[in-house]
C-alpha cells in the first residue's frame, strides 16, 4: 500500500520508509548497490504528486494564463495563482503580490541586482556580503558595483563556520546600502542569525537580502518574523520542478523598482515610444510563464506541509547529529562546518583523498555525494581547500544512508590503500 503523506503524520517522528516511497526515482539500483542520493543540496528529487500534478496539468489544464477568455486559459490562470497563494503562505508573505515567479534563486537575485540596484546603489556606495555566499550571491553584485562604482566588502567565519557578526555590525557604514546574506550555507551547513542580521542592517540603514536557496526546503518560514526585505528560494531543491523560484519582497519596494524585463504580460499600455507597466507582481513576469513549474511547486509546498516542517527538522537534526557522531571514527575524515545547530549539509576531506576520486568512489557503491567548490570559491579559499566532498540530506535519508556512506568511506581508505595517519607521540 502507498503510504499518503498525511499518513505520515500520525506519528510523530517521519516515517523515512513511506516517505521514500513517494520518490519512485529512489527506488533503483545504481552500479548494482541501493541508490543513496546525498546531493540534494544540489537538487532535491521529486515525489509522485509533484510529478502528477504536473502532468495533469498538461493533460486537462494547459493554455496560455492572463491572457484568454476561454475555460483552459481561465484554469490554467487560477492554477498559476493559485500556486502564488500557496507559496505566499508557505513563507508567511503579508500578501500574494509579494511572490514573484521567476526561473530560480539565481534569477531572483539578479533581478534585484538588475532592477532595485542602479536605482539604490551609486558610487561609493557598499553592498556587505560574507565569505559564505554561493556565486549567485556574490557574481550579480559584482556585476552591480562594476556598473555603478560601489564596493563589496565581506564579513568573515570563525573556526566553526558561524558568521563573525561582530564584525558584520563593524563592517556596516552609512554607505551600506545592501546586506546580502544566505539563510543556511550550502557549503557547511552553517544556519545564519538572520533576524540578528537584518536588525543591525536595517539600524545602519541598509536593506536585506537573504539567499533562501537552502533555508526554504528546510526551515519554516515567516518572512514577517524575519524581517528581511527580500528573499529568494528555488523550487528544485524543495521538492518542485526545476526551472521555477521565486523573489520574495516588500511589497512596497517591489513596486518603487523598474520592471526587470519588457515584454507582453507585464504591460498595461504599449505606446510606440513607451508603455506602463502592470503593478507588482505581474511588472516582473514578462512573457509566457513557467506555468507547470509553479503547479508543480504548489504541490511540493503541499507535500512539504503534509509532512511538517518541524518535523522535517527535527529529522535533520537527527540525521546530521548522528553523522557527525559516525563520521568521527573513520581515520583521516576532518569536517567541516559548525560542530551543531546546522543544517543536515556534510561537509569534509578524506585523508589526502582528492574529493573527485572519492565521489567517484562512492557513486561506484551507489552513493550520489558532490565534489568540488559547490560554488563557493571565496569559501574554499577561507578554508584553505580547493574542493571538499559534501553529502547532503533530506526528508528522504536515514540512518541507513549514514551507515552506507561511512561504510563506504572507510573502504575507500582501503581501496586508495590510504596509510593510516600516525599515532600522535605517547606522553613521555
Ligand atoms: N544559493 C545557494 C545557497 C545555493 O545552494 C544555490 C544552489 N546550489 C543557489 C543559491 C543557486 O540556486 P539555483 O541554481 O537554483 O539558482
Redesign the pocket.
Known sequence: MVTHPADVQLSSALDVSAIRKEFPILDQRVNGHRLVYLDS??SSQKPRAVVDSIRRYYETSHANVHRGLHTLSMRATEAYEAARRKVADFIGAADPCEVVFVR???EAINLVAASWGPVNVGEGDEILLSVLE?H??IVPWQLLAQRVGAKLKYVEIDGEGRLQLDQLRELLTERTKLVAV?HV??GLGTINPVREIVDAAHQAGALVLV?G??GAPHLPLDMQALGADFYTL?G??MCGPTGI?VLWGKAELLEEMPPYEGGGEMIEVVERDRSTYKSTPHKFEAGTPNIAGTIGLGAAIDFLNDVGLDRLVHHEREIIAYALERTRDIPGFHGFGPASDRAAVLSFELSELHPHDLAQFLDSRGIAVRAGHH?NQPLMRSLGVNATTRASFYLYNDKDDVDALCEALSDSLDFFEVKPPPSPPSPS
Open positions: 543540496a544540489a530560480s534563486t539565481t554561493h549567485s550571491n544566505t550555507s550550502n539567499d536557496a537552502q528555488s528544485h531543491k523560484g560554488c
